[in-house]
């Protein structure tokens, strides 16, 4: 261990993203009397010091908790927080898939929809425009004091939160031991999969922070304000078109055959992607001997600027003929029935019209007969997968998304005797945008096919990598770029904000005795959010220099990708971002674009909510036992605006709906030693539809002539909060200050869960009946399962083996939940984005000045969205060795070496169902390495 030396001001310079220089530096120092000699105060610092915190934590809360830590926040090469939080027992992450990074978490198997997300208690603005889920990207892992997940609830927490809470908070001066600290970070990096296809692949950070304390530590301020810039390079394949069966299926709900499946067509993406993060923080506090008051500001942007290019190669639909009776086995291929050719109409057919539909009447069965679109040789069940035409094209769209999330809170509290009061004032924005999207397309569909093409057959010796078998006389499309023909530009803009307000007010009375104390309280929060999306362009480049030409002619190349996801594939012609936002800006010159109000606003809308909340509990002490026992309700109220596509009577509508909950809760906390904890809980919590859902736009269509109503596709504002009963049971060993075993077992129980596709309802008018497609609540779905972590430091060991540390984390979990969808029904799925199997692993070291830490994270697999025919979308197991390590070369001087994603592989790999063989999107971001240093002064 090493030993701190006092000093009243701090200053670092830190090539790093970990929250400080020497971790002794950013919490209070702590001694153990038990480790030293006589006499002797032993300094714990660097991971240990981290790991003690984070387990002091846990062991002294009422509640279940997970606590991360300042340091180990920045231990680890992650990229903002949600990478961090995906080592935390029983905490999932959902990937973002064009950067590969972590962007949203779910709380042992319950989406990111269902928890509760704060800055230093302030609920955050939620910016995604259909979900109340919060995107995590927009926050860096530094900067932060701790980040705090709690899974079972008590009446003075939302109640919203079937999952859990999580909050991130950030420092204040008096986190500190110093009374004054002065720090200054920096890092620098390189992505390897960016630096070996020639694109940017740098990175770069640096962080300061200010703190102090005076007037007699009375008074402190902290200062802290972060920028850094990453590039990467994402490349990716993913299916075009849904893999259909083999025989012909009947409508998109129809079970299919999963044994025997093919697919459409795959695309190609080729990524480049620059980041740039910035923000800061600050607080101001006072502390006196009654009162504490504070001021806390928090500021986070995320800008991405990049292009993604993508090349598609998909089988097309064509004209097929159709069976009379669709349920006929027994009909024969139409190759096999050509008996003769006519010179209008084609080939002549040796079926009769009582077996396929005669379209124009004369008696025969011709080519003229064809009506259907389809993939099959026939439109019915004797029809089987036999494309016959494709498509290869060329498309390009930039990437530009701006993210800001900001948090200002002001409040304290007020000890009277018995009495004490809490009170805060919050503020939080958030704003999701898409300044300016661009996208053009060149492609083969006016290419000379021949008349009798085929399709394209798909080969592969890994699923993950499907290759087009083209044929003969399409042999150079994906080499001559004047094959490729202009198919269309288009420019568009949209933004989605959020603006929330809250007040709470908290007062507990201490009583004394078995009572030990009663709390109650109340909270207001406001929520307007706005959501709006603009057409800009939609149209060619005629009347431009580009008007004509072809891809090869366009001058809108910047260069030729030879391979791509490590040597798969061949790609082709890449887009230059410049050349064609500088052609569409051009084509919007020479054609201006005024799409109809329908067209501009039927994305449109806006949501005010309120929420009103009040609680009372009482904490009951039996000297070993405690007992926290109350209810909490809470009423919401939801105002929405949209747009209604409704012919000549389209405008914008309105809905509104309110409803209130009553959630009780009882938590024991039994401590039966110093080092044993026992916590069981019986609690409820709710969760609101996802915002999408009930505010969804109108669309009418009508009974040509009559104008009667013969079908509605809306939101569905009547939708029922989902409502959960959660049991918790949990066992806490501390053998020491630096260790931990134990054991978690959860059941929850939740009716009306809400699944992501709408279904058909009939609906009896005056007129007759007609059919309303809409969002609907799920029946009933449960989540049961058991979490296991071990943190053990191996001082006691001989040398040099008392320097190594032992951490794992086990959750197994099962979750099924029932749709009540007609064609689901008796088939439960597992609950949308909860794998069932998750756990973590690490080594770590720390002696002669050296830190190290090894650490491996394996995420099972999940469906993350449901699909037509049952056969859903789901995201394969994922893992990642990342390694950190820092050499103090002096008391003063460090240096650092870290490798994200050491094994290289995938960040995202979804199929069509539970099985492999079926490809949907499979994504590799690369390595990235990073190389720190830092001095302490």
Request: with cysteine; glycine share 10%; proline share 5%.
């Amino acid at each position: 261990m090493q030993s701190t030396r006092p000093s009243a001001v701090r200053s670092a310079f830190h090539l790093s993203a970990s929250c400080a220089a020497l971790a002794a530096a950013c919490v209070p120092a702590i001694g153990h009397a038990e480790d030293a000699a006589p006499g002797e105060t032993i300094v714990v610092t660097g991971q240990r010091l981290s790991t003690e915190t984070a387990i002091g934590a846990k062991r002294t809360a009422d509640n279940v908790v997970d606590v991360i830590s300042a340091d180990d926040l920045g231990k680890l090469p992650d990229a903002n927080v949600a990478d961090s939080l995906a080592r935390v027992p029983g905490l999932s992450v959902i990937v973002n898939q064009d950067t590969g990074e972590g962007e949203y978490v779910t709380v042992r198997g319950l989406a990111g929809t269902y928890n509760a997300v704060s800055i230093n208690g302030v609920r955050v603005a939620q910016t995604n425009p259909d979900s109340r889920d919060v995107s995590l990207t927009v926050l860096p892992p530094n900067g932060l004091a701790e980040v705090r997940v709690t899974k079972t609830l008590t009446p003075d927490l939302d109640g919203d939160a079937i999952g859990g809470t999580i909050n991130f908070r950030t420092p204040t001066a008096f986190d500190f031991k110093d009374s004054t600290i002065i720090r200054l970070y920096g890092a620098a990096g390189i992505n390897q999969q960016a630096d070996k296809a020639g694109e940017k692949a740098g990175s770069y950070q640096i962080q300061g922070d200010f703190g102090t304390r005076f007037a007699d530590d009375r008074f402190g301020i902290f200062v802290s304000a972060n920028y850094g810039v990453s590039h990467g390079n994402g490349q990716e394949t993913e299916n075009d078109g849904e893999w259909e069966p083999y025989n012909w299926r009947k409508d998109a709900e129809e079970i299919i055959d999963e044994s025997n499946m093919h697919l459409p067509g795959i695309d190609l993406d080729y990524r480049r992607l620059k980041q740039t993060r910035y923000g800061g923080n600050i607080s101001l506090d006072y502390r006196g001997d009654a009162t504490q008051l504070y001021l806390r500001g928090q500021y986070s942007r995320q800008e991405q600027r990049g292009t993604n290019d993508l090349t598609d190669y998909r089988n097309r639909p064509t004209a097929r003929l159709t069976q009379v009776d669709i349920e006929d086995r027994n009909l024969a291929q139409p190759d096999a029935m050509i008996v003769g050719e006519d010179p209008v109409k084609g080939k002549i057919y040796g079926y009769t019209t009582a077996q396929i539909v005669d379209r124009d009447g004369d008696g025969r069965i011709t080519d003229a007969d064809t009506g259907t679109n389809g993939y099959w040789s026939l439109n019915g069940r004797s029809g089987v997968w036999n494309p016959k035409q494709f498509q290869f094209a060329r498309n390009f769209e930039t990437i530009n998304l701006d993210q800001t999330l900001y948090t200002v809170n002001a409040g304290g509290s007020s000890q009277l005797g018995k009495l004490s009061l809490e009170y805060d004032l919050s503020y939080s924005g958030g704003e999701r945008s898409n300044p300016d999207s661009y996208s053009v397309s060149y492609g083969c569909d006016q290419c000379a096919w021949p008349l009798n093409a085929t399709g394209i057959d798909w080969v592969s010796s890994n699923p993950r990598f499907p290759k087009a078998g083209l044929p003969a006389f399409a042999r150079f499309v994906e080499t001559d770029s004047s094959l490729l023909l202009f198919d269309g530009a288009s420019h568009e803009r949209s933004k989605q904000t959020d603006n929330r307000i809250a007040f709470r007010l908290d007062g507990r009375y201490d009583v004394g005795g078995v009572l030990d104390h009663v709390k109650v309280g109340a909270k207001f929060m406001r929520s307007k959010r706005k959501y709006d999306s603009t057409r800009l362009y939609d149209g060619d480049f005629a009347g431009t220099p580009l008007d004509g030409l072809n891809l090869d002619q366009s001058g809108l190349v910047e260069k030729e990708v030879t391979s791509m996801l490590g040597g798969q594939y061949y790609y082709g012609d890449v887009f230059s971002r410049e050349a064609v936002i500088a052609a569409i800006r051009a084509a919007e010159q020479v054609n201006p674009f005024a799409p109809d109000d329908t067209d501009q606003l039927a994305d449109d809308k806006r949501s005010t909510e309120k929420v009103y909340a009040a609680y009372a509990l009482a904490n009951f002490d039996f000297d070993t036992l405690r007992v926290i026992a109350g209810t909490r309700m809470e009423r919401r109220e939801t105002h929405n605006v949209f747009w209604s596509d409704d012919g000549a009577n389209s405008g914008f509508d309105t809905t509104d709906r309110g409803y209130t909950v009553l959630l009780p809760s009882v938590n024991a906390i039994w401590r039966p030693s110093p080092k044993a904890t026992v916590r069981a809980a019986i609690w409820t919590g709710y969760s609101p539809p996802e915002y999408g859902y009930i505010s969804a736009g109108q669309s009418v269509t009508r009974e040509p002539g009559t104008g009667e109503i013969i079908a509605i596709s809306r939101g569905n504002p009547d939708l029922k909060a989902a409502r959960a009963l959660n049991l918790d049971l949990s066992a806490e060993y501390y053998p020491d200050s630096s260790s931990i075993i134990s054991a978690t077992a959860y059941y929850k129980r939740i009716r009306n869960f809400i699944f992501t596709n709408g279904s058909e309802v009939p609906a009896t008018t005056p007129n007759g009946s007609i059919e309303i497609t809409q969002p609907q609540n799920g029946e009933t779905a449960k989540v049961y399962g058991m979490e296991f972590n071990f943190i053990k430091s191996l001082q006691g060991l001989p040398e040099p083996f008392d320097g190594f540390g032992i951490e794992a984390n086990l959750t197994v979990q099962h979750s099924e939940a029932e749709t009540g969808l007609p064609y689901r029904k008796g088939r439960p799925i597992r609950l949308i984005n909860t794998p069932h199997l998750m756990y973590n692993a690490a080594l770590t070291f720390q002696k002669y000045g050296i830190e190290a830490k090894l650490s491996y994270n394996y995420r099972g697999k999940f469906i993350e969205d449901m699909r037509d025919n049952a056969v859903d979308k789901w995201v394969r197991p994922n893992k990642s060795l990342d390694f950190h390590s820092r050499f103090h070369l002096t008391d003063q001087f460090a240096v650092d070496f870290d490798v994200a994603n050491i094994l290289g592989g995938w960040k995202y790999w979804t199929t069509k169902g539970d099985n492999p063989s079926y490809m949907k999107d499979y994504m590799e971001p690369g390595r990235t390495f990073l190389m720190r240093a830092s001095y302490v002064f």
